[in-house]
């Protein structure tokens, strides 16, 4: 039974890594490289991440892209109460991951302050080769982690 249910979250793991439907949460100018990830010429549909979904009930990676007021943070809370698990949260840039250059107190310090946060992107902005490599780090943990079916 042991080998059986390993076996089987081996194949959960490695279906759900390559079926990502992300959910973009843009707010600031991070968005412009998050589209240029998105096109042709990176073409995160070769990771199973081209279709983003919009809304968060049909999405399992929510994707913070940009700052994050102390205003709008309920805001994305609800947003990742509602997506159904499992679920992950990419953090985006260096404004999502710990509020940036913005040292003031109107700025979240961070969104893993308000929601769990699975792979961090550093950068202003992180160049598409970084997101990708960041992709590459979800997938990896999606994989390896215990599956709920
Ligand atoms: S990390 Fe840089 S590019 Fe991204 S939202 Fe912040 S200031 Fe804009």
Not at 13 to 33: D, K, L
């Amino acid at each position: 039974m042991g080998f059986f249910t390993s076996r089987l979250d081996d194949v959960v793991g490695w279906a759900r890594q390559y079926s990502i439907f992300q959910y973009p949460f843009v707010t600031a100018c991070c968005g412009m490289e998050y589209m240029a990830t998105a096109c042709a010429h990176y073409d995160v549909d070769r990771f199973g991440a081209g279709l983003p979904r919009f809304s968060p009930r049909q999405a399992d990676v929510l994707f913070v892209v940009g700052t994050i007021s102390q205003k709008i943070a309920p805001v994305l809370v609800n947003v990742y109460q509602q997506m159904c698990a499992p679920k992950w949260v990419v953090a985006f840039g260096v404004c999502t991951c710990t509020g940036g250059f913005y040292d003031n107190y109107a700025t979240v310090r961070g969104i893993d302050h308000v929601i769990p946060v699975d792979v961090y992107i550093p950068g202003c902005p992180p160049r598409p080769e970084t997101v990708l490599q960041g992709l590459m780090m979800l997938q990896e943990k999606i994989r390896k982690q215990r599956q709920e079916v």
